[in-house]
Structures are given as C-alpha cells and as structure tokens.
Nanobody
Framework: QVQLVESGGGLAQPGGSLRLSCAAS????????MSWARQAPGKGLEWVAG????????YYAESVKGRFTISRDNTENTVYLQMNSLKPEDTAVYYC??????????????????WGQGTQVTVSS
C-alpha cells in the first residue's frame, strides 16, 4: 500500500536547523511531484515547498523562502526539507504529500493524492 513516512522532527532553538525526511513506498515516486505542508496549532494547513518529479525546479512559500530547501533522491524514494534559521512561528506539524505528474506545483492541499502522518517541529528556547 501507499506510504509516506516523515521523520526528523523535534525541538530546535530559534536560529537552529532541522532536516526532515519523507520516505515513500507503494507508488512510482519518480513520476510524482512532492510538497511539504505544515499545520500550526489552531491554524489551517499551509503549503510550504514543492518540487517537480525530476527535481528540475523548486517552489517556496514566502514565509520560508531563503531559509528552507526542498530536495529529493529518486534512487532512495525520499524527499527532504532542510530548515535553517528556524523561527518560533515555524512550529507546526509538517506533512509531505505526493501528486502524479501535475500541470503545475499546486499550493492547494486538495490537489494531492497521498499524505504522510506528519512530524512535529517545535522551535523554542
């Protein structure tokens, strides 16, 4: 069956870094665009970053541009989110999501086929 399993979350200090991973199985990872989204306490789901199926281009929300980097390894069926210069407002549950060969990298959660269970990121001193 399809699985997306996130890992790498935890507690970080403001200004610190974390690297999230999302391991995919049960579908053809190399034909799916991938995104990361997050949900902060009491807020809706926010798209954070996306990458084409072949990694040729990446996209970011304004709130994380210049601090976060999305990447993927199609030989390992894994997508990553490197998070630097973390801020308390980055505190959220982070999810990875997949969609097959989209016409564009959507920022709408409803456009994604598969979702992981999420990993908690807390930024606090």
């Amino acid at each position: 069956q399809v699985q997306l399993v996130e890992s790498g979350g935890g507690l970080a200090q403001p200004g610190g870094s974390l690297r999230l991973s999302c391991a995919a199985s049960g579908f053809d990872f190399s034909t799916h665009a991938m995104s990361w989204a997050r949900q902060a306490p009491g807020k809706g789901l926010e798209w954070v970053a996306g990458i084409w199926h072949d990694g040729r281009d990446t996209y970011y929300a304004e709130s994380v541009k210049g601090r976060f980097t999305i990447s993927r390894d199609n030989t390992e069926n894994t997508v990553y989110l490197q998070m630097n210069s973390l801020k308390p407002e980055d505190t959220a549950v982070y999810y990875c999501a997949a969609v097959s060969m989209p016409p564009y990298i959507s920022r709408r959660p409803g456009d994604y086929e598969y979702w992981g269970q999420g990993t908690q990121v807390t930024v606090s001193s």
